[in-house]
T-cell receptor, first 108, second 113 residues
Framework: GQQVMQIPQYQHVQEGEDFTTYCNSSTTLSNIQWYKQRPGGHPVFLIQLVKSGEVKKQKRLTFQFGEAKKNSSLHITATQTTDVGTYFCAGPLRELVFGKGMKLTVNP | DGGITQSPKYLFRKEGQNVTLSCEQNLNHDAMYWYRQDPGQGLRLIYYSQIVNDFQKGDIAEGYSVSREKKESFPLTVTSAQKNPTAFYLC????????????FGNGTRLTVT
């Protein structure tokens, strides 16, 4: 079936490092959304990308939508302990379909 | 202050019992959703409703039931037919427009023993 896949599922970084996580869809998406779930919390909407090749920034977070609108990336610059959590991408198929998430831990 | 309220935060039940999870929103959103979250499985859609008195099955609806009698409320019943009911359940809502983002409640952690 239609899927949204995230890689890697787990990421452990040293505080201050940069890293990138990826989201891939088996089909072309009209848009992609990113959410963050802090440990013990609930998912919170971060951003939506709609246009092919679109890039949006939120402070140290940079989100990109692929040219073919089948993949997306999230790049975090100078990771901080406040970035800890699970990041989900989600694409509208029949309804919004979430990837399995990328759990980020940060070593201070 | 608008938002989505799920209650209770923690729920314990014995196997074989039905249990109903509450979800209320005052965001005036048309659409409401129930997701189940298991470790390493992401969020899986159980049921959703785009308008009062109407709802559709999601990917894992077996063993669950819902109702949407009021715009503000979308309770989920976990029946005894659900084989693995222990999980974290998240309710969400959106304004129902295409591609609108979801607003999530704080979740209910259900443990069935």
């Amino acid at each position: 079936g239609q899927q949204v896949m995230q890689i890697p599922q787990y990421q452990h970084v040293q505080e201050g490092e940069d890293f990138t996580t990826y989201c891939n869809s088996s089909t072309t998406l009209s848009n992609i959304q990113w959410y963050k779930q802090r440990p013990g919390g609930h998912p919170v909407f971060l951003i939506q990308l709609v246009k092919s090749g679109e890039v949006k920034k939120q402070k140290r977070l940079t989100f990109q939508f692929g040219e073919a609108k089948k993949n997306s990336s999230l790049h975090i610059t100078a990771t901080q302990t406040t970035d800890v959590g699970t990041y989900f991408c989600a694409g509208p198929l029949r309804e919004l379909v979430f990837g399995k998430g990328m759990k980020l831990t940060v070593n201070p | 202050d608008g938002g989505i309220t799920q209650s209770p935060k923690y729920l314990f039940r014995k196997e074989g019992q039905n249990v109903t999870l509450s979800c209320e929103q005052n965001l005036n959103h048309d659409a409401m959703y129930w997701y189940r979250q298991d470790p390493g499985q992401g969020l899986r859609l159980i049921y959703y409703s785009q308008i009062v008195n109407d709802f559709q099955k999601g990917d894992i609806a077996e063993g669950y039931s819902v109702s949407r009698e009021k715009k503000e409320s979308f309770p989920l019943t976990v029946t005894s037919a659900q084989k693995n009911p222990t999980a974290f359940y998240l309710c969400a809502s959106s304004n129902g427009q295409t591609n609108s983002p979801l607003h999530f409640g704080n979740g209910t952690r259900l443990t069935v023993t």
